[in-house]
């Protein structure tokens, strides 16, 4: 199972709608299983990915070590809210090593369930998303293209417990794939704070395949934060949403490339199998 961890240094960014529709991605387009573990206060991808019934709850400790029962693996596609795992807190004076622990110990129970894992959690440098990064395969950072953003990017690389250093010090594995600007507006001032960041973080964008020179992102479309309030994939709102088909469009090549860069594109799974 690949585990990917969406984190940012702040909120705003559209991180929760991006794993959101990324899972979307990889179980409808790709056919992948996948579970997406909700450790964010408060669970809004949990709340819009069983909106619509999408996906399926899992809750708690027994779901986990059910977890090879016929009837949960059937779906395909699930979400785990951390506050159901009483193993998944933090308690006054705690210094994170449980938690670790118990993070490893709940991906690795759960390595069968899923061919892709993807984690929501509190910004950085909250504990738990420390934890977290210290533990998964890859890390993919939304990013908003303004001002504040470049000194939490920085902190994001290398603070303190930044990227950098979880890398050197505790997950010498961990893939970062980079920054992904995300909810991008064409305006004079878009541009000014994009080139800004191209200044000062170029080389931590990501590459677009599709456009040499270019990198990826994604712009904002109404069309993304109404399937977010269905609970459904933009590409379901075609047809009654007028920015829907670009929209898809965009996040479907942004999507390809990622699966392309976490090598998940080597993943297969028949479900009928």
Sequence with gaps: ??????????????????????????????????????????????????????????????????????DIEAPG??????????????????????????????LFVLATLADVCL???????????????????AMLSPIQLNRESLDGVADLINGPHG?????AKLNPALQFVGLLPNMVEATSLGRENARAIETRFGPWLIADPGRPGRYLHIPRFVAIQRAQAEGVPVVELVGREPTARRAWQTMLACFEA????????????????
Excluded at 77 to 96: A, K, Q, R, Y
Aim: with cysteine; aromatic share 6%; charged share 20%.
């Design 119 to 137: 984690i929501d959690s509190p910004p950085l440098p909250d504990l738990r998303a420390i934890c977290i990064e210290s533990t998964v395969d």
């Design 163 to 167: 990227m950098r250093q979880i890398r």
């Design 1 to 70: 199972m690949k585990t990917l961890l969406i984190a940012t240094e702040q909120g705003g960014a559209g991180k929760t709608a991006m794993l959101c529709q990324f899972a979307h991605y990889l179980h409808w387009v790709r056919h992948l299983r996948v579970l997406v573990i909700d450790a964010a206060e408060p669970p809004c991808s949990t709340a819009s990915l069983v909106r619509a019934c999408k996906a399926v709850v899992l809750r708690g400790e027994k779901s986990i070590t059910q977890s090879e029962r016929r």
């Design 77 to 106: 596609f699930w979400v785990l809210p951390t506050s159901t795992v009483p193993s998944l807190t933090l308690g006054p004076g705690d210094d994170g090593a449980r938690y670790y622990a118990n993070v490893r110990h709940l």
């Design 258 to 273: 990622l699966t392309g860069y976490l090598h998940l594109d080597e993943v297969t799974y028949d479900a009928e199998a």
